[in-house]
């Protein structure tokens, strides 16, 4: 089965300074992997995704995620936060292409002036 | 494009009655998933249709069903409300079954009273 987990459900950083949240994954199968975004009052959004090829992703809003196999993890991360980047983080997971997506708890991001 | 557009946006019941929330995917996507989220369970995965079939079910009672239509619109209902029923609730499409990028509605928010 799969399975995500999500280290810290929360997480402040200052204005300016990087922002690092955790996924880790277990799935028994190549997985395919996602970070969604989730303001106030309103749905999620795709950040970004990997499915195959290059193992650094980049996604909008200046964000990245990095697939390292070994370590089973997808850390997401931008090099510089940003007072608009307050919102939950989920992480997500699905093994194949007729799989549900699992997400994890989800990270909410604080940013301090 | 129009997005994923839910209705209603909100709704407040009373415990034994029963709800039917809709969700309208972006034109040309076939498959439409339904979560409830809730800030103890987080996003839990309810069931999936695709082309008017159940794919995939979470683990839900039997009171939580769904259907789709053949213009890809779907519905869920929630018979016999209960109090922990009380979530918000997402539908999300996506062009293709499975683990393809699924794109979110903004939510129903049930409040069961």
């Known amino acids: 089965a799969q399975s995500v987990t999500q280290l810290g459900s929360h997480v402040s950083v200052s204005e300016g300074a990087l922002v690092l949240l955790r996924c880790n994954y277990s799935s028994s199968v190549p997985p395919y992997l996602f970070w969604y975004v989730q303001y106030p009052n309103q749905g999620l959004q795709l950040l970004l995704k990997y499915t195959t090829g290059a193992t650094l992703v980049k996604g909008i809003n200046g964000f990245e995620a990095e697939f390292k196999k070994s370590e089973t993890s997808f850390h997401l991360t931008k090099p510089s936060a940003h007072m608009s980047d307050a919102a939950e983080y989920f992480c997500a997971v699905s093994s194949n292409r007729d799989d549900k997506i699992i997400f994890g708890k989800g990270t909410r991001l604080h940013i301090l002036p | 494009k129009a997005g994923v557009t839910q209705t209603p946006r909100y709704l407040i019941k009373t415990r034994g009655q029963q709800v039917t929330l809709s969700c309208s995917p972006i034109s040309g996507h076939r498959s439409v998933s339904w979560y409830q989220q809730t800030p103890g369970q987080g996003l839990q995965f309810l069931f999936e249709?695709?082309?008017?079939?159940?794919?995939n079910k979470g683990n839900f009672p039997g009171r939580f069903s769904g259907r789709q239509f053949s213009n890809s619109r779907s519905e869920m209902n929630v018979s016999t409300l209960e109090l922990g029923d009380s979530a918000l609730y997402l539908c999300?499409?996506?062009?293709?079954?499975?683990?393809?990028?699924?794109?979110f509605g903004p939510g129903t928010r049930l409040t069961v009273l």
């Open positions: 999300a499409s996506s062009i293709l079954e499975g683990s393809d990028t699924q794109y």
């Open positions: 249709y695709f082309s008017e079939t159940q794919r």
